[in-house]
Each structure stands twice: as C-alpha cells, then as structure tokens.
C-alpha cells in the first residue's frame, strides 16, 4: 500500500518568502507528525495531530511557523518570511493512533532550502 | 527532559564482522525505546522498539538491541554486518506522557567496507 507521502521532495526558495509543505498520511492513520531534521542531527519534534486538532505544538520554534490538518488526513506545515536558518530536511510521519506503541511511518521528506 | 546521547558519529566496519552501536538515554520513568535506520533518499524505517518485558529486543533485518536501566543504555547490535547494512541510525526515546513524540539522538553513520 502507499507509504506517506511529502510534496514537494525538494524546495528552494528565498529569504523571506512562504512555503508550504504537503503531507499526505497513510490512509486511515489519525495521529499525523512533523520533524525537522537539521544537517548532522537526528529528527527534532515540531507538532502533532490527533484528527484535525494540533494535541501538541511545543516544538514549533516560533510563530512563524504554523500547520494544518483541516479534515483530518493531509498536512500542511507553512512557514511565514523564511530564513536560512530555516534550511533543513522537514520530514512527516503518521500512525494508526497516537499511542506510544503505535508504530511511526514516515515519508521521505521535503528539502527546504532557503536562499 | 528526554535527551539521547548517541556517542559515535562514524563507525566502519568491515563486511562480515559484528556490530554494536550505543546509545544513552536520559528520562526520568521507563522510557520506550526505539532504534531507526535511514538510508539515503530514503525516509526513517523502524528496526526495533522496547516498551517492556524481555530487555533483548529483536528486530528487523538480524539487528537485536538490549535495554540496561542500570546504564540508561539502549545499544544496537548486529552478529555480522553485510554492505546493504550502510546507513545512519537514530536512537529514540519516548514517554506515554507525551503521546507518540519522539526524542532523537544526533544518528551514527555506519559504513560497511569489503
């Protein structure tokens, strides 16, 4: 079946502009997550979904940093007046439920590159 | 706070030998553990996860890992490593208290020579 799926896979863009990353969760999975994983470290939480409701944003950095889940299923992260230090690799990931033992299936990630 | 330690960045081994990769934790209760494998162009692929019982944990593609409270360590192994094995893995933690997030370590990249 299909995995989870990131548009774009990769993104260029300038400093100060807006992007939008799409995440398309594995159907059927309510529990939907972002991370941002900067280069040479590991995944760094950022929000998550349980449906269409944000049950943990603690990791946005800041607000300009913003995503939804409107009906529950795909995912947009939105980044407002970029920055380069915002350049990283965004990945998403989704699970049956957002019980700990529910397993984490994740795409392959956007690429963010801020120029 | 949760805080992952994975101490080595590199490691390289050669085709055939064992492999152990470390990984400490840092969490106040009893932690779920996992380790993840990515490879390039590819996304985080789970290789194994403890929450409880057996503290020797097996997993996917030959790797076991083994939970040492007493060291706040969670340490990858592998008997005998094969080159499709090259790749970086992530040590994670988590905690009922906070659903599903996960707490990563920095990753250790594995290289495989023949």
């Known amino acids: 079946g299909a995995g989870v799926s990131q548009t774009p896979s990769n993104k260029v863009t300038e400093k100060g502009k807006y992007v939008e990353l799409r995440c398309d969760p594995i159907?059927?999975?309510?529990?939907l997550y972002w991370y941002r994983q900067s280069l040479g470290q590991g995944p760094e939480f950022l929000i998550y979904?349980?449906?269409?409701?944000?049950?943990?944003d603690s990791g946005l950095p800041n607000d300009r940093f913003f995503a939804v889940r409107p009906e529950g299923s795909v995912s947009t992260l939105k980044i407002q007046r970029t920055e380069r230090g915002d350049s990283a690799v965004y990945l998403c990931?989704?699970?049956?439920?957002?019980?700990?033992?529910?397993?984490?299936?994740f795409g392959n990630g956007t690429r963010l590159t801020v120029t | 706070a949760q805080s992952v330690t994975q101490p080595d960045i590199h490691i390289t081994v050669s085709e055939g030998a064992s492999l152990e990769l470390r990984c400490n934790y840092s969490?106040?209760?009893?932690?779920?553990l996992f380790w993840y494998v990515q490879s390039p162009g590819q996304g985080l692929q789970l290789l194994l996860k403890?929450?409880?019982?057996?503290?020797l944990v097996q997993g996917i593609k030959g790797f076991e890992a083994e939970f040492k409270r007493s060291q706040s360590s969670f340490n990858l192994r592998k008997p005998s490593v094969h080159w499709s094995d090259a790749a970086e893995y992530f040590c994670?933690?988590?905690?009922?208290?906070?659903?599903?997030?996960?707490?990563f370590g920095a990753g250790t990249i594995l290289r495989v020579k023949s």
């Open positions: 990931a989704s699970s049956p439920t957002s019980e700990p033992n529910s397993p984490l299936h």
């Open positions: 159907s059927g999975h309510t529990a």
């Open positions: 979904f349980q449906g269409t409701g944000a049950a943990d």
């Open positions: 969490y106040g209760a009893t932690p779920y």
């Open positions: 403890y929450f409880s019982g057996d503290t």
């Open positions: 994670a933690v988590g905690a009922s208290l906070y659903g599903n997030k996960l707490v």
